[in-house]
Antibody, heavy 122, light 107 residues
Framework: EVQLAESGGGLVQPGGSLRLSCAAS????????LGWVRQAPGKGLEWVSV????????YYADSVKGRVTISRDNWKTTLYLQMNGLRAEDTAVYYC???????????????WGKGTLVTVSS | DIQMTQSPSTLSASVGDRVTITCRAS??????LAWYQQKPGKAPQLLIY???RLNSGVPSRFSGSGSGTEFTLTISSLQPDDFATYYC?????????FGGGSKVEIK
């Protein structure tokens, strides 16, 4: 069974930093692109970032570009999201997502973790 | 970025009803569109990709259609488990975008 378990969320002050982790199991980790999607309280889904299988390609939403870095450790089967310069508008549940391979286009996500809440507030 | 607009934002329906949700893209995305279902307090689940292909395990009462800029998600006979919020997502570009969501409520 595929499992994606996020951790690292919490309360942080504006301008602060946080590193999210996503421990993955139940699938061939180094055969899938992975990413992060967030959801502000009571709002819709917003894509944040995606990283390719070997980590050589990364993509970011304009809203986080320059403040966020996605990375992966294929040996530890773990995905990361380093977030710096956090703002109130970054407050959201952050979901770790796994791509569905072989569908064409860029990325579709067939597995989601349960999410970790990041709250940016003074 | 490609903007995705869903309608309606809220829909009231009864068990057994046929339900249709529309998703429009600000520019053509071919058939590179997916639909997700999200229940309160839960992570989204992939229903459909490539506009009309059902993900594994998704009931056949769900169907999708469309290409270019206009897409629909149809539930042929609404079941109690289907009351949820539905999101479309384009994957034509590497700047992924979701629609704002369509909530299906009990009438």
């Amino acid at each position: 069974e595929v499992q994606l378990a996020e951790s690292g969320g919490g309360l942080v002050q504006p301008g602060g930093s946080l590193r999210l982790s996503c421990a993955a199991s139940g699938f061939t980790f180094n055969s899938h692109a992975l990413g992060w999607v967030r959801q502000a309280p009571g709002k819709g889904l917003e894509w944040v970032s995606v990283i390719s299988i070997r980590g050589d390609f990364t993509y970011y939403a304009d809203s986080v570009k320059g403040r966020v870095t996605i990375s992966r450790d294929n040996w530890k089967t773990t995905l990361y999201l380093q977030m710096n310069g956090l703002r109130a508008e970054d407050t959201a549940v952050y979901y770790c997502v796994k791509e569905l391979v072989g569908v064409g286009g860029s990325y579709v996500f067939d597995k989601w973790g349960k999410g970790t809440l990041v709250t940016v507030s003074s | 970025d490609i903007q995705m607009t869903q309608s309606p934002s809220t829909l009231s329906a009864s068990v057994g009803d046929r339900v249709t949700i529309t998703c429009r893209a600000s520019q053509g995305v071919s058939d590179l569109l997916a639909w997700y279902q999200q229940k309160p307090g839960k992570a989204p689940q992939l229903l459909i990709y490539r506009a009309s292909r059902l993900n594994s395990g998704v009931p056949s009462r769900f169907s999708g259609s469309g290409s270019g800029t206009e897409f629909t998600l149809t539930i042929s006979s609404l079941q109690p488990d289907d009351f949820a919020t539905y999101y479309c997502q384009q994957f034509n570009t590497f700047s992924l975008t979701f629609g704002g969501g369509s909530k299906v409520e009990i009438k």
